[in-house]
């Protein structure tokens, strides 16, 4: 139980284009996401943390306007890198922690999106 | 800012015992320890939770001393597939999931 399904697994967009990416908690309701990007041999850096219903909370230095999160249900949310470019090339990873007697605690992740701009 | 130091690197053999021991100093009343492994390109996956004391699963043991400063993630018997990136988190049911600089473990024949 308790599995977090991030789509797609590979995209490659062309520069000043927008991205999409879903996260979604199949089993479980999800009352908080994150959202992380990790570049490579570095570790998993938080941008943003969503409760459903609100607007994300943005770590310092993530751009809010660039990446747009909506998490409008309790099994849902998105990442999109507008007006993408070289430098957004990177690994995004989705976490959700749920209410219940394990998800509350524990956190699941989602398989990675690796995005390519070109 | 991270709550937690790791060693950034371990070597190990198949068939030993492998402990990765995380400091964090700063633990609050209501923070879990939890160890996460993440291997290239994949998300990272939980692999043990404890508040005090030893937890013990299928895969792995954590023990914690009183002080809840400190906590030793235990993997018995490494193969090759263990090689990974271990991370150690403490967080609270509410807190953000805030990820260190993590152990690459590199398991040899």
């Known amino acids: 139980g308790a599995v977090v399904s991030q789509h797609p697994s590979r995209v490659i967009c062309k520069s000043g284009t927008s991205v999409k990416i879903e996260c979604r908690s199949l089993?479980?309701?999800?009352?908080?996401m994150f959202w992380y990007r990790q570049f490579p041999k570095q570790s998993l850096m938080l941008m943003a943390t969503s409760n459903e219903g609100s607007k994300a909370t943005y770590e310092q230095g993530v751009e809010k306007d660039k990446f747009l999160i909506n998490h409008a249900s309790l099994t849902l949310s998105t990442l999109t890198v507008t007006s993408a470019h070289p430098e957004d090339s990177s690994f995004y990873i989705c976490?959700?922690?749920?209410?219940?007697?394990?998800?509350?605690?524990?956190?699941?992740f989602g398989q990675g999106t690796r995005l390519t701009v070109v | 800012l991270a709550k937690t130091t790791q060693p950034i690197s371990m070597d190990s053999y198949e068939g030993q015992e492998v402990n990765i021991t995380c400091s964090h100093n700063n633990i609050a009343t209501n923070d879990y320890i939890t160890w996460y492994q993440q291997f290239p390109s994949q998300g990272p996956r939980f692999i043990i939770q404890?508040?005090?004391t030893k937890v013990t699963n299928e895969v792995a043991s954590l023990f914690i001393p009183a002080d809840r400063k400190s906590s030793t993630l235990s993997l018995p018997r490494v193969s090759l597939s263990d090689t990974a990136v271990y991370y150690c988190?403490?967080?609270?049911?509410?807190?953000?999931?805030?990820f260190g600089k993590g152990t690459k473990l590199s398991v040899k024949p």
């Open positions: 988190l403490v967080e609270g049911s509410q807190g953000n999931l805030i």
């Open positions: 089993d479980f309701q999800a009352t908080t």
């Open positions: 404890g508040y005090k």
């Open positions: 976490s959700a922690r749920g209410t219940g007697a394990r998800t509350h605690t524990e956190a699941f």
